[in-house]
């Protein structure tokens, strides 16, 4: 219980698309919220995006308006939808989830690099 994930990083030029998914191995539906983070070389951890059970998201300033996170309760995933991509974005992403009666994030991923080059 609690296994993520992650896959769909790759090379992309600088103005493509990715979309990462992220395979949960039991039902997602006690994870409240489940979110994508990610890592640069030699920055800190930061959160991208995280849905709640119900589907009401929030976004960190630097992707809102590119990015676009859903998920799908019934098929255990959780999806980032990544449009207008920038060198900037390149870092190792992860798919995280939290136990909704917790405070902190409870599951991770391995990561998935994803790299946009100019």
């Known amino acids: 219980q609690g296994q993520l994930v992650e896959s769909g990083g790759g090379l992309v030029q600088a103005g493509g698309s990715l979309r990462l998914s992220c395979a949960a191995s039991?039902?997602?539906?006690?994870?409240?919220?489940m979110g994508w983070f990610r890592q640069a070389p030699e920055k800190e951890r930061e959160l991208v995006a995280d849905i709640s059970s119900g589907g009401s998201a929030n976004y960190a300033n630097s992707v809102k308006g590119r990015f676009t996170i859903s998920r799908d309760n019934a098929k255990n995933m959780v999806y980032l939808q990544m449009n207008s991509l920038k060198p900037e974005d390149t870092a190792v992403y992860y798919c995280a989830a939290q136990l909704r009666w917790r405070a902190e994030y409870d599951f991770w991923g391995q990561g998935t690099q994803v790299t946009v080059s100019s």
């Open positions: 039991g039902s997602i539906r006690m994870f409240d919220p």
